[in-house]
């Protein structure tokens, strides 16, 4: 009689995590954004924040400079854009008087950062509730036993999580970028905003700083008890990200060589954002959707 064959355990290192089945995945995103569209009290809110920063603000701003003329206030501002870097002094129109000037240092470099800012908001509030809202609402037990992989489930949220704070940026720059045309373009010789600068900023490097704060909001979230407590530490984690987004988005626009260092800074988030996001996937077990994890 033979001895009977043994076969060695696979290493953990060999085995092979299940592919991604996008179905799944995007069957998780679906249900996450339809709570948000039927969660009014949410999104009427960032709807107004959207308005406040991207149209109302600065179109009263941009109005009043650009009807109030040659006063000596905007003569002061007008010689401080002296100190200005050389290649952002070359880019404010010539020829043209101080009021405007003034309006297109405004547009350009200090009112369109808030493209930055309002959607890492949104994004950072939708995804602090993400996972221990599901606990909370006690729908956990339900995501913890479908067929939906970990994975699926969390990339499903932080998709979820990114479509609102990237869709405001779209909208909401849209009709900024309007609004600074009509107000400032028809006195600087025609339609001048987004620059290339913005394009790159708003295509290349802001989706990465999203991707960092996301995955460290999704992290925190998958391990504090309550939606109140993930919104203040996601305020705490961000926060810090938020400054150095805004102060890198108006840095990159107004250096030398600009379109180069936002480049360099945008390629530097991507690898920063991938390396979260990988490791940030352990954070979600199937025992923290059900709130019995240990949460070592």
Same mark, same amino acid.
């Given at each position: 009689?033979?001895?009977?064959?043994?076969?060695? =355990?696979?290493p953990? $290192?060999?085995?092979?995590?299940p592919?991604?089945?996008?179905?799944?995945?995007?069957t998780?995103? #679906?249900?996450?954004?339809?709570?948000?569209y039927?969660?009014?009290?949410?999104?009427? =809110?960032?709807?107004?924040?959207?308005?406040?920063?991207?149209?109302i603000?600065?179109?009263?701003?941009? $109005?009043?400079?650009?009807?109030?003329?040659?006063?000596?206030?905007?003569?002061?501002?007008?010689?401080?854009? &002296?100190?200005?870097?050389?290649?952002?002094?070359?880019?404010?129109?010539?020829?043209?008087?101080?009021?405007?000037? %003034?309006?297109?240092?405004?547009?350009?470099?200090?009112?369109?950062?808030?493209?930055?800012?309002?959607?890492?908001t949104?994004?950072?509030?939708?995804?602090?509730s $993400?996972?221990? /809202?599901?606990?909370?609402?006690?729908?956990?037990?339900?995501?913890?036993?479908?067929?939906?992989?970990?994975?699926?489930?969390?990339?499903? &949220?932080?998709?979820?999580?990114?479509?609102? /704070?990237?869709?405001?940026?779209?909208?909401?720059?849209?009709?900024?970028?309007?609004?600074?045309n009509?107000?400032?373009?028809? &006195?600087?010789?025609?339609?001048?905003?987004?620059t290339?600068?913005?394009?790159?900023?708003?295509?290349?490097?802001?989706?990465?700083?999203?991707?960092?704060?996301?995955?460290?909001?999704? #992290?925190?979230?998958?391990?504090?008890?309550s939606?109140?407590?993930?919104?203040?530490?996601?305020?705490?984690?961000?926060?810090?990200?938020?400054?150095?987004?805004?102060?890198?988005?108006? /840095?990159?626009?107004? /250096?030398?060589?600009?379109?180069?260092?936002?480049?360099?800074?945008g390629? %530097?988030?991507?690898?920063?954002?991938?390396?979260?996001?990988?490791?940030?996937?352990?954070?979600?077990?199937?025992?923290?959707?059900?709130?019995?994890?240990?949460?070592?």
């Amino acid at each position: 009689m033979s001895a009977p064959v043994v076969t060695a =355990p696979t290493p953990a $290192s060999a085995r092979r995590a299940p592919a991604i089945v996008w179905s799944r995945l995007f069957t998780v995103t #679906r249900t996450e954004l339809r709570q948000l569209y039927e969660s009014k009290d949410f999104w009427v =809110p960032m709807v107004i924040l959207g308005g406040f920063f991207f149209l109302i603000v600065p179109a009263f701003l941009l $109005s009043v400079i650009t009807s109030i003329g040659n006063v000596d206030a905007v003569q002061q501002v007008s010689d401080a854009l &002296k100190l200005l870097p050389s290649t952002a002094r070359q880019a404010v129109p010539q020829g043209v008087d101080p009021s405007t000037q %003034v309006s297109y240092v405004l547009a350009v470099y200090l009112f369109a950062p808030i493209a930055v800012v309002v959607p890492l908001t949104i994004s950072t509030a939708v995804g602090a509730s $993400s996972i221990v /809202g599901e606990r909370e609402r006690g729908t956990g037990e339900f995501l913890a036993h479908s067929p939906a992989d970990v994975r699926e489930i969390y990339l499903g &949220k932080l998709i979820a999580s990114l479509v609102p /704070g990237y869709l405001t940026t779209v909208v909401g720059f849209g009709v900024y970028s309007l609004m600074v045309n009509l107000l400032v373009g028809r &006195k600087v010789g025609g339609w001048f905003f987004p620059t290339p600068s913005w394009w790159l900023l708003i295509l290349w490097v802001l989706p990465p700083f999203m991707a960092i704060a996301l995955s460290l909001v999704l #992290r925190l979230s998958a391990r504090v008890r309550s939606t109140a407590a993930a919104q203040q530490a996601a305020g705490l984690v961000t926060f810090p990200l938020i400054i150095i987004a805004y102060g890198q988005s108006t /840095g990159a626009l107004v /250096g030398s060589g600009a379109p180069t260092i936002a480049f360099v800074i945008g390629l %530097v988030a991507w690898i920063i954002a991938f390396v979260l996001l990988a490791t940030g996937v352990r954070s979600l077990t199937r025992g923290r959707l059900l709130g019995v994890a240990d949460e070592r």
